[in-house]
Protein backbone atom coordinates (compact mmCIF):
# COMPACT_ATOMS: atom_id res chain seq x y z
CA UNK A 1 0.00 0.00 0.00
CA UNK A 2 1.46 3.22 -0.84
CA UNK A 3 1.43 6.25 1.80
CA UNK A 4 -1.51 8.22 0.03
CA UNK A 5 -3.41 4.99 0.23
CA UNK A 6 -2.49 4.30 3.40
CA UNK A 7 -3.14 7.70 4.69
CA UNK A 8 -6.86 7.94 3.15
CA UNK A 9 -7.60 4.63 4.33
CA UNK A 10 -6.70 5.78 7.92
CA UNK A 11 -8.89 8.57 7.65
CA UNK A 12 -11.93 7.83 5.73
CA UNK A 13 -13.99 6.05 7.89
CA UNK A 14 -14.79 9.51 9.47
CA UNK A 15 -16.95 10.05 6.53
CA UNK A 16 -15.09 13.46 5.49
CA UNK A 17 -13.19 14.27 2.40
CA UNK A 18 -9.65 13.40 2.18
CA UNK A 19 -7.29 14.56 -1.04
CA UNK A 20 -3.94 14.58 -1.49
CA UNK A 21 -2.37 17.73 -2.23
CA UNK A 22 -5.40 20.87 -2.68
CA UNK A 23 -8.79 19.89 -1.78
CA UNK A 24 -11.31 21.44 -4.60
CA UNK A 25 -14.81 20.76 -4.30
CA UNK A 26 -16.55 18.67 -7.05
CA UNK A 27 -18.61 20.25 -9.98
CA UNK A 28 -18.97 23.39 -8.26
CA UNK A 29 -20.03 21.88 -4.79
CA UNK A 30 -19.43 24.22 -1.54
CA UNK A 31 -16.96 23.69 0.69
CA UNK A 32 -17.95 20.45 3.11
CA UNK A 33 -17.77 21.57 7.20
CA UNK A 34 -14.86 18.91 7.53
CA UNK A 35 -12.07 18.06 5.11
CA UNK A 36 -8.82 16.43 5.20
CA UNK A 37 -5.91 17.11 2.91
CA UNK A 38 -2.11 15.84 3.09
CA UNK A 39 1.45 16.24 1.75
CA UNK A 40 4.97 15.33 2.61
CA UNK A 41 8.42 14.98 2.06
CA UNK A 42 10.67 12.18 1.34
CA UNK A 43 14.25 12.04 3.05
CA UNK A 44 16.39 8.89 2.26
CA UNK A 45 17.52 6.85 5.38
CA UNK A 46 19.64 4.01 6.14
CA UNK A 47 22.30 4.64 3.15
CA UNK A 48 24.39 1.60 2.12
CA UNK A 49 26.70 1.81 -0.74
CA UNK A 50 26.01 5.62 -1.15
CA UNK A 51 22.09 4.97 -1.85
CA UNK A 52 19.36 4.62 0.93
CA UNK A 53 17.63 1.53 1.77
CA UNK A 54 14.72 3.25 3.06
CA UNK A 55 12.77 6.55 2.65
CA UNK A 56 11.42 8.49 5.59
CA UNK A 57 8.08 10.39 4.60
CA UNK A 58 7.35 13.78 7.03
CA UNK A 59 3.40 13.51 6.70
CA UNK A 60 1.29 16.45 6.97
CA UNK A 61 -2.35 16.10 7.47
CA UNK A 62 -4.75 18.65 7.68
CA UNK A 63 -8.28 19.05 8.91
CA UNK A 64 -10.13 22.10 7.70
CA UNK A 65 -13.47 22.61 9.53
CA UNK A 66 -15.48 25.52 10.91
CA UNK A 67 -14.49 28.10 13.67
CA UNK A 68 -17.75 26.39 16.11
CA UNK A 69 -16.98 22.85 15.64
CA UNK A 70 -15.50 21.15 18.60
CA UNK A 71 -12.73 19.79 17.30
CA UNK A 72 -10.56 18.43 20.41
CA UNK A 73 -12.14 14.50 20.20
CA UNK A 74 -11.58 14.72 16.31
CA UNK A 75 -7.93 15.76 17.05
CA UNK A 76 -7.62 12.46 19.60
CA UNK A 77 -9.33 10.32 17.00
CA UNK A 78 -7.16 11.15 14.32
CA UNK A 79 -3.88 10.76 15.83
CA UNK A 80 -4.79 7.38 16.78
CA UNK A 81 -5.57 6.57 13.15
CA UNK A 82 -2.87 7.83 12.27
CA UNK A 83 -0.95 5.96 14.84
CA UNK A 84 -2.71 2.40 14.03
CA UNK A 85 -1.94 2.80 10.19
CA UNK A 86 1.90 2.62 11.43
CA UNK A 87 2.85 6.45 11.44
CA UNK A 88 4.76 8.12 14.54
CA UNK A 89 2.07 9.63 17.41
CA UNK A 90 1.64 13.67 15.13
CA UNK A 91 2.43 16.67 16.82
CA UNK A 92 -0.96 19.00 16.52
CA UNK A 93 -0.62 22.60 15.43
CA UNK A 94 -4.20 24.38 15.69
CA UNK A 95 -4.74 27.78 13.78
CA UNK A 96 -8.08 29.99 13.88
CA UNK A 97 -9.29 32.66 11.56
CA UNK A 98 -12.96 34.18 10.93
CA UNK A 99 -13.51 31.07 8.60
CA UNK A 100 -12.93 27.94 10.64
CA UNK A 101 -10.12 25.86 12.08
CA UNK A 102 -7.01 24.98 10.17
CA UNK A 103 -5.43 21.47 11.92
CA UNK A 104 -2.06 20.53 11.40
CA UNK A 105 -1.18 17.26 12.13
CA UNK A 106 2.63 16.20 11.67
CA UNK A 107 4.13 12.87 11.94
CA UNK A 108 6.35 10.14 9.93
CA UNK A 109 6.37 6.55 8.59
CA UNK A 110 9.22 5.02 6.65
CA UNK A 111 9.47 3.20 3.62
CA UNK A 112 11.40 0.79 1.72
CA UNK A 113 13.19 2.25 -1.33
CA UNK A 114 11.87 1.06 -4.45
CA UNK A 115 13.56 1.83 -7.37
CA UNK A 116 11.52 1.05 -10.24
Partial sequence: MTVNETIMTALESFGDPVQYGEYIPPNGKAYPDKYYTFNYSIIGAD???DSPV???Y???VHLYCLRTYDSLERVKRTQHRLV???FT???VMLSFDEDGQHIVFECEIAAGV???
Fill in 84 to 86: EAG
Fill in 54 to 56: HER
Fill in 58 to 60: LVQ
Fill in 89 to 91: RPS
Fill in 114 to 116: DDG
Fill in 47 to 49: YGD
